[in-house]
């Protein structure tokens, strides 16, 4: 079992849709939470992260974290066709003592918002 | 705003042939990172320097890659000899390091290798 799974989709959304995007996870020392948006031939960039349960909203975007059930969420309200891009939900350990952070991410996927 | 470079953006090899790809961080990060993308996969590290130390170089193969960070500032990734399964996006990431707190990673461009 992979540390991340992630649905690489593909998801495809007519616009002003709700966009819900999900990943689960095995490890539990797992701490910190984030999504990264990632165009298509660029590198990624981070959307938001969270660290404990519950959900963490910026603007039409909204994170949840249920660390109980090992779940992560983002949803997307009002979808825009300037959305369509690659969602990849990452994960970073707590410091090991090691000097090492390091993040795990799942497969990415990949969303379209038709016009 | 201060971004990540790399260099180049694209690179077309042949296999057997050696490759480099070079990454300039952030000012100011010590902590810099060298993932392979796969396309359709989630980006997976290959080493992680801390300053000019290696602190994860697990994931590399060590047969055909090599990194290197010399002056703790800007890094090297070289592939010799290329092999077809190579062909990725190499992406570069740095970051500060804040102990016991989110340490966000800035990701530059990537450089897109085909190996044909």
């Known amino acids: 079992q992979k540390e991340v799974e992630q649905d690489p989709g593909p998801l495809s959304v007519p616009e002003g849709a709700i966009v819900s995007l999900n990943c689960t996870y095995s490890?539990?020392?797992?701490?910190?939470f984030m999504w990264y948006r990632q165009y298509s031939r660029k590198g990624p960039e981070l959307l938001m992260y969270?660290?404990?349960?519950g959900n963490k909203e910026d603007g039409r975007f909204t994170a949840q974290v249920d660390k109980s059930s090992k779940y992560i969420s983002l949803f997307i309200r009002d979808s825009q066709p300037s959305d369509s891009a690659t969602y990849l939900c990452?994960?970073?350990?707590?410091?090991?003592?090691?000097?090492?952070?390091?993040?795990?991410f799942g497969k990415g996927t990949k969303l379209s918002v038709i016009p | 705003e201060a971004e990540v470079a790399q260099s180049p953006r694209y690179k077309i090899t042949e296999k057997s042939q050696a490759v480099a790809f070079w990454c300039d961080p952030i000012?100011?990060?010590?902590?810099l990172y060298w993932y392979r993308q796969i396309l359709g996969q989630g980006p997976e590290l290959l080493v992680q320097?801390?300053?000019?130390?290696?602190?994860?170089d697990s994931q590399l193969p060590k047969d055909r890659f090599s990194a290197e960070r010399l002056k703790g500032v800007d890094s090297t990734l070289k592939i010799q000899p290329a092999e077809l399964g190579d062909s990725a996006m190499y992406l570069c990431?740095?970051?500060?390091?804040?102990?016991?707190?989110?340490?966000?990673?800035?990701f530059g461009p990537g450089t897109r290798l085909t190996v044909l």
């Open positions: 490890n539990s020392a797992f701490q910190y």
């Open positions: 000012s100011g990060h010590a902590t």
């Open positions: 969270t660290y404990s349960s």
């Open positions: 320097f801390q300053d000019e130390s290696v602190v994860d």
């Open positions: 990431a740095s970051s500060m390091l804040e102990v016991y707190s989110y340490n966000e990673q800035f």
């Open positions: 990452a994960i970073q350990t707590t410091y090991s003592g090691a000097g090492s952070y390091q993040l795990t």
